[in-house]
């Protein structure tokens, strides 16, 4: 079988709800991925940051492969002997209490904004069924029915409402507007400290201390959502470390496992974490062996390979090469470490003409909006791959 035909069978048979570029991916390694007709590509979009650690890094594969042929799943019923050292080991790299482990991103989230309700009415003292979160226009954040409630994209709403209540919208980097919004039955601010989806939004220096100053000055929780910027993607371990801010609650996702397996998680302290009894709160997969056991070795290829560092020193690099561009098509770009975006001028024709001619030079990428190239390579790349993309990246830049 050959691209078209894999491209028609899922066609047929696999819902519509993705508009995947026609390129189908059978093998990866590192920073580049093979198709079925044998071409290699650079993966210049690492599955949203899923694969910081670059694809099949060998690390993670061998965790996997061990932890599978051991025992792959308890279920909470019973402990097992990996998620209490990822636990730890995550505590001790982030600097937070607890943990709670989920697989998808969206989970995560719909346990932070569980765990933020329930500290509003157990330890805030908000009246029952009257807590408020406030979050931010142009967020992503999930696809359940309770997080798209909040999300400022049409398509993302239209047709799946009714909407869980409880949530109010302030525009992304107002800091203003934000304390507007706050009543006695907020309980939270949710936010991310750089909108991925949303465009590769960096708010300006202080926004995000504004944020946390406000939080502390009317008893708030303050969330931030790292599913895509933490985990090293933007040279530091968490994106709002960029502002010297630490959340009360952050959720985890993507690149948590390295791309190999579901895994996401949230932090807090004890205080907050805290707020679940058993029984409250859970999942079947949740904080298996497996997960676990990949986790663990993913957050070692992070520290121990300096992808972090590497992000920030790569993402620098990157960053100028494309800003020294002399394109027509390119308004700005923009971003930190390796998250890059760069918006194209109305008058260019959209972003995925030119994601689809990239594909063909051999580098792989996603439109975000309709004018956004995102460029997020995994972590592991080096300076002469950066080259090897920017021919590229210059050469389809400057098509008429
Ligand atoms: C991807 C993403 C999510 C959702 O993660 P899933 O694993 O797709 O459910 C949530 N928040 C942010 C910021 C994300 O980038």
Not at 20 to 31: A, K, S, T
Not at 233 to 241: K, N, P, S, V, Y
Request: proline share 5%; glycine share 10%; with cysteine.
């Amino acid at each position: 079988m050959n691209t078209q035909d894999y491209i028609a069978l899922e066609d047929q048979y696999n819902a519509h709800n993705y508009k995947p570029l026609d390129v189908v991916l059978e093998r990866g390694e590192g920073i580049w991925v093979w198709d079925v007709d044998g071409h290699r590509y650079l993966d210049f979009l690492s599955a949203y940051s899923a694969l910081n650690q670059g694809h099949k890094h060998p690390r993670i594969l061998q965790a996997l492969i061990e932890q599978a042929n051991k025992l792959p799943l308890t279920s909470r019923a019973f402990r097992n002997d990996q998620l209490p050292l990822l636990a730890k080991e995550l505590c001790e790299l982030t600097g937070y209490e607890m943990m709670l482990p989920m697989n998808t991103g969206a989970e995560a989230v719909e346990t932070a904004l569980k765990a933020a309700r329930k500290w509003g009415y157990t330890v805030k003292g908000v009246p029952e069924g009257k807590a408020e979160i406030v979050t931010c226009t142009g967020n992503f954040h999930g696809r359940t029915i309770t997080i798209i409630s909040f999300s400022s994209e049409r398509q993302y709403r239209d047709g799946f409402g009714p909407y869980t209540p409880g949530f109010v919208s302030v525009p992304y980097c107002d800091a203003d507007a934000l304390e507007a919004a706050i009543t006695p039955n907020t309980v939270a601010v949710f936010i991310e400290p750089i909108q991925g989806e949303g465009g590769v939004i960096v708010p300006p220096d202080g926004y995000l201390r504004q944020v946390r100053e406000l939080c502390d000055r009317h008893q708030l929780l303050m969330i931030t959502d790292e599913i895509q910027t933490g985990l090293g993607r933007t040279g530091r371990l968490f994106a709002a470390e960029w502002d010297g801010v630490k959340a009360d609650m952050v959720t985890i996702g993507k690149a948590l496992s390295g791309g190999f397996y579901p895994v996401s998680a949230v932090l807090a302290s004890r205080e907050v974490l805290g707020v679940f009894k058993p029984g409250d709160h859970g999942s079947t997969f949740g904080g298996n062996p497996l997960a676990a056991a990949v986790a663990r070795a993913a957050l070692k290829v992070l520290t121990e390979e300096n992808l972090i560092a590497n992000a920030c020193v790569q993402g620098e690099y990157l960053m100028g090469r494309l800003r020294r561009i002399e394109s027509d098509h390119i308004k700005e770009v923009r971003g930190r470490g390796l998250l890059i975006g760069v918006e194209l001028k109305p008058a260019a024709g959209g972003a995925r003409r030119f994601c689809e001619a990239l594909k063909q030079e051999g580098l792989l990428c996603k439109e975000t909006h309709d004018n956004v190239i995102r460029f997020a390579p995994p972590l592991v790349i080096r300076r002469e791959d950066i080259d090897w993309a920017m021919e590229r990246i210059e050469t389809v830049l400057m098509m008429p």
